[in-house]
């Protein structure tokens, strides 16, 4: 029997792709009800829950990557408990009394999303190696529509109660883990014969992988403060609608499917090369577009939505590439880990830098991505 692909086995790939959407549902749920939860936990803002969720998601993957438990056991029973036991720690923030207990619930949320995320890039690849930069795109561009949307109910001016909205997340994760057990494990990858650092060091050794690690890092540097301040950035322009926010953020969607569908032509690499650079340039061209014709920074800021996120699945399908078959999940872990580590600094850096100098914000969103295309430059990527 030939393998799957895409094109054969679409209701396969459809079931991965909405299994990570539900799966993931749980992280940005608060989002689309803030009022209301702010108000039971007599808290000013979703800033710390937020950063403690990141933080645990970090601590997970970080455990993963290093105990190897990631390729030791079917990743599909992985992300199956995993999505469990997210869902079991998100619907107690409804009985939540204040910030202190709401923070530790957010933070075992996001270390149970650790078998989540990266466990599904591992799935998709282990269905589909040869078309993973496609495959890949589509699985992220689902899932920046899943961040943007608390954006869009706000926009259309809906009343989210806490209850509607953490209820239906946390059912959502449980169908995502029925979902992944009936998909399976694809037949592409071999589990690690035991728990062992022995597959790590393999990954690390690997240039290829450093490679790609190196150009995600200088990503993630610039992705999520990018993401943080566009409702400033917005702000700065004339934009003040959270549906502006939401539009920005949902160009990235495109742009990882049009990234996808480049890199049938341009390899996963040459696809993020252009990404980073276009990026970067987004962030240098800010502090002068953003005070100049409101429609060309209008222009450039959904640009800069379309492009920051693009080259993310071309890294993973890069990593996961670089790595030993029964290795994937701990290349990919490790990956991601250090990525997210990367995000908190950022954030706090680049939100103080901006409430100080304003728009030449820019200058210092590009440097992720100048970092990552100077990584990439030093050696060639496979890909």
Not at 12 to 17: I, Y
Not at 194 to 210: E, H, Q
Not at 269 to 279: M, Q
Not at 323 to 338: E, F
Request: one cysteine or more; aromatic letters at 8%.
């Amino acid at each position: 029997m030939a393998p799957p692909t895409i094109r054969s086995g679409p209701l396969l790939f459809g079931m991965l792709v909405v299994a990570q959407v539900l799966g993931t549902s749980v992280w940005f749920a608060p989002g689309a009800a803030p009022e209301d939860l702010l108000e039971r936990w007599n808290a000013s803002s979703l800033t710390y829950t937020t950063l403690a969720t990141q933080a645990g998601f970090v601590l997970g993957t970080l455990t993963f990557a290093l105990s190897g438990l990631a390729d030791r056991f079917r990743a599909s029973h992985i992300f199956a408990i995993s999505a469990v036991l997210a869902s079991a720690s998100t619907w107690p923030l409804l009985a939540a009394t204040s910030e202190i207990q709401a923070c530790f619930l957010r933070l075992a949320t996001g270390a149970c999303l650790a078998g989540v995320y990266p466990l599904g890039m591992k799935l998709v690849v282990s269905w589909f190696p040869d078309r993973s930069p496609q495959a890949l795109a589509w699985l992220v561009g689902a899932l920046v529509l899943g961040t943007a949307s608390p954006f869009l109910l706000r926009a259309m001016g809906t009343s989210a109660h806490a209850e509607r909205v953490l209820s239906g997340s946390c059912t959502g994760a449980i169908l995502a883990a029925l979902m992944v057990l009936a998909v399976g494990d694809g037949p592409h990858l071999r589990r690690a014969p035991a728990l062992s650092w022995r597959g790590l060091k393999t990954v690390i050794a690997n240039s290829d992988y450093r490679i790609a690690l190196a150009g995600y890092l200088g990503h993630m540097v610039e992705l999520y403060a990018f993401w943080a301040l566009i409702p400033v950035l917005a702000r700065s322009i004339g934009l003040s609608s959270s549906l502006a926010v939401f539009a920005v953020i949902a160009m990235g969607s495109a742009g990882c499917l049009a990234g996808g569908t480049l890199a049938g032509k341009l390899g996963a690499a040459g696809v993020a090369k252009v990404a980073l650079a276009i990026s970067a340039g987004c962030g240098l061209a800010w502090p002068w577009v953003a005070s100049s014709d409101s429609w060309c920074a209008m222009a450039i800021l959904g640009l800069w939505g379309a492009t920051v996120v693009a080259d993310s699945p071309q890294f993973s399908a890069l990593a996961s590439k670089a790595c030993p078959p029964d290795a994937v999940g701990s290349g990919l872990t490790l990956q991601v880990s250090l990525g997210f580590a990367l995000t908190m600094p950022a954030i706090t850096i680049l939100g103080w830098f901006e409430t100080r100098h304003g728009p030449w914000v820019g200058l210092l969103l590009a440097v992720g991505p100048i970092l990552g295309l100077l990584a990439m430059a030093m050696n060639k990527p496979r890909g």
